[in-house]
């Protein structure tokens, strides 16, 4: 038999005596600033990124990877999508003026010289000096005389100290942090608490499934040993986070069928007569997924349904039928939209509809939240139209008992 959702979750292995339990990777709250070269300034650039713990580092992936198991000097511009070289930093430039000022690093491999213009990145010129090796990755072209490039990585590299080969992670940036530095606190991370993380996904889902243990799959999408490991591990990763995402869907299921309400009969004489109203018959598709509405509505369980056609399939004279449904025993509805004109074009077409069978539809605007208070206490109306943000807050001698998002067709 298959594990459940709450099985799964809940992954337990026994272990020999003397084991120090791990933890979830978002339960490692310790703060980044018991990394090394994590100092006040470096801690304020991550921040902006949202990362204040461990954890948040440890889920901070990679946007794209370089390949450096093959190098391409600057020679090869031409030929090569992209160039990977040690260069030697020769000098420092600026041109422009003002706010425009632009530092261009002139730098030289083993084959020829090239310049890197630094859009938006000045504080380069303290972190490459002159006479400094680094790594250097990006695009490049020929223009104004020079091989150069825009756009590209640039890694300082101590005295010593080789650049690493193989797969080598980009991760997402703020102003003022390079890729190494997070490269070095990402490692040191794993290093520190990378073991300690415990699965989380049940082991039987994850066998089944062939996905890596979760120290792994950290391991292989930071610092993956080849390509097969590095998708390995993203589809560990992301099966993960939709087991998390259906599991918390099933988690609302389940606490929305333990509550029960009280639920009024429908005598279902308006929406007959909106029925014989209309030039056309309900097809049998529509007529099926009104029934199935109905009698979620009858359910002594609050509804959550989305209505899915395509256009033109009759979703809107449905959603409206059961609105009226709900009108009937004494409800209110509201029609929600993502914006004023779409909200106010179904407002119309609902106020055609009901208001000839005795149901007051009121359409509110968008401005001033006194005015709608107002409008809202002074003319109570069983059917709302508007923005979906105003509506959220509807609030009225009468419960709502039924919303309509036209955009989605989803009926709550």
């Not at 003397?18 to 801690?43: K, M, W």
């Not at 300690?196 to 040993?225: C, M, W, Y």
Request: with cysteine; charged share 25%; aromatic share 6%.
């Amino acid at each position: 038999m298959r594990p459940s959702y709450h099985e799964g979750l809940a992954c337990t292995t026994s272990r020999g005596s003397g084991y120090n339990p791990g933890v979830f990777v978002h339960e490692l709250r310790q703060s980044v600033t018991d990394l090394r070269g994590a100092g006040p300034q470096i801690t304020a650039k991550l921040a902006r990124l949202g990362i204040v713990s461990i954890g948040d580092l440890l889920t901070h992936y990679p946007r794209s990877y370089e390949d450096r198991s093959r190098y391409t000097p600057f020679s090869k511009f031409a030929e090569a999508p992209e160039i990977l070289t040690v260069a030697v930093v020769l000098s420092h430039e600026w041109f422009g003026f003002g706010r425009m000022k632009t530092l261009k690093i002139r730098v030289m491999d083993n084959t020829s010289e090239a310049v890197l213009v630094c859009f938006n990145r000045p504080f380069l010129e303290k972190s490459l000096p002159v006479g400094s090796r680094v790594l250097v990755h990006g695009k490049f072209q020929f223009r104004f005389g020079d091989i150069q490039s825009g756009s590209f990585d640039v890694e300082h590299l101590p005295e010593g100290k080789d650049p690493i080969q193989g797969l080598i992670p980009n991760y997402p940036l703020t102003e003022g942090l390079q890729q190494g530095s997070l490269r070095h606190l990402m490692r040191q991370a794993l290093d520190l608490f990378g073991r300690r993380v415990e699965n989380e996904v049940d082991a039987v889902i994850a066998q089944e499934r062939s996905l890596l243990e979760k120290t792994e799959a950290l391991k292989g999408i930071h610092f993956p040993e080849s390509q097969a490991q590095m998708e390995l591990a993203r589809r560990t990763l992301a099966y993960e986070e939709l087991f998390k995402l259906q599991l918390g869907i099933a988690l609302r299921i389940k606490n929305r069928k333990s509550k029960e309400i009280r639920r009024a009969p429908i005598p279902g004489s308006l929406s007959r007569r909106l029925l014989e109203r209309l030039p056309y018959s309900l097809t049998k598709d529509q007529a099926s997924a009104l029934a199935e509405i109905l009698e979620d509505l009858r359910a002594p369980h609050p509804m959550a349904r989305l209505l899915q056609g395509d256009v033109g399939s009759g979703k809107t004279i449905v959603a409206i039928l059961a609105a009226v449904s709900v009108v009937e025993r004494g409800g209110q509805v509201a029609i929600m939209a993502p914006t004023e004109l779409l909200a106010r074009q179904h407002a119309q077409v609902a106020a055609r509809l009901v208001e000839p069978l005795g149901v007051r539809l009121a359409f509110l605007p968008g401005g001033a939240e006194k005015r709608r208070n107002r409008h809202r206490h002074r003319h109570p109306c069983p059917i709302f139209a508007g923005c979906c943000l105003p509506l959220l807050k509807l609030r009225s001698n009468r419960r709502a008992a039924s919303v309509w998002s036209p955009a989605a067709h989803g009926l709550v």
